[in-house]
Every structure is written in structure tokens, then in C-alpha cells.
Nanobody
Framework: VVLVESGGGLVQEGGSLRLSCTVS????????MAWFRQFPGKEREGVSC?????GSGHELDSRFRISRDNNKNTVYLQMNSLKPEDTAMYYC???????????????????WGQGTQVTVVA
């Protein structure tokens, strides 16, 4: 199973970025997908999760919108109004179940990408 993130980079405060994560090696439509981020020296934290169908999910911040295209095996994170405090490594992950909430939000993620760096400058 391989998850490959892209779309990170350097952006000015107030700008936008769209992260993508393309998945191979598993049946994409049978897994909830999520984005996490990790600040230096901190634990990873969940940002957004989306169920297998896209019908339900959770977002930490209304500035960030998760979406998915099951035909392309890809999950996206649209990030708007970015702030310097959003600077982090962003990871996508595939949950071992179809929904985001069963067994506890932010748990039971079996597959992870390598991450893409997002840097927001003032």
C-alpha cells in the first residue's frame, strides 16, 4: 500500500493550498481517509476525516475542507486563509474501516503517507 502526498509548499499568510494524496494497493472506497499534521517536536494531530462515501466526516477547522474522488483513489485537503501557525508536515492516512467515528475518531489508521511540508510565512 502506498500513499503519496503532494501540493505542499511555501505560501504567504492568507493564501491557499490544495494538498492531494493518491493511494494505491488497497480498495480505496472501503476506507475512511484523513489528514493529520505534525508540528516540530509535537505529536501528530488530526485535521480532517472523511468517510468512504464522502457522506460524513470531521473537520478540525472550517478553513480546511477535505474531499475525495474514489474514481481517482485520491483525497484532497483544501486549505484557505492560511496562518503561520498552520506550518507543519501534513500527512494523509487510510483508516481500517469505512467511517471516521467507529472505535474513536483519529484511531485505527493503518496506512500513512510520507508527508508534505506546508510553510506559511507572514
Amino acid at each position: 500500500v502506498v500513499l503519496v502526498e503532494s501540493g505542499g509548499g511555501l505560501v504567504q499568510e492568507g493564501g491557499s493550498l490544495r494538498l492531494s494524496c493518491t493511494v494505491s494497493g488497497l480498495t480505496f472506497g472501503e476506507h475512511a481517509m484523513a489528514w493529520f499534521r505534525q508540528f516540530p517536536g509535537k505529536e501528530r494531530e488530526g485535521v480532517s476525516c472523511l468517510s468512504w462515501s464522502g457522506g460524513s466526516g470531521h473537520e478540525l477547522d472550517s478553513r480546511f475542507r477535505i474531499s475525495r474522488d474514489n474514481n481517482k483513489n485520491t483525497v484532497y485537503l483544501q486549505m484557505n486563509s492560511l496562518k503561520p501557525e498552520d506550518t507543519a508536515m501534513y500527512y494523509c492516512a487510510a483508516r481500517n474501516v469505512r467511517g471516521c467515528y467507529s472505535g474513536g475518531l483519529w484511531s485505527d489508521f493503518g496506512y500513512w503517507g510520507q508527508g508534505t511540508q506546508v510553510t506559511v510565512v507572514a
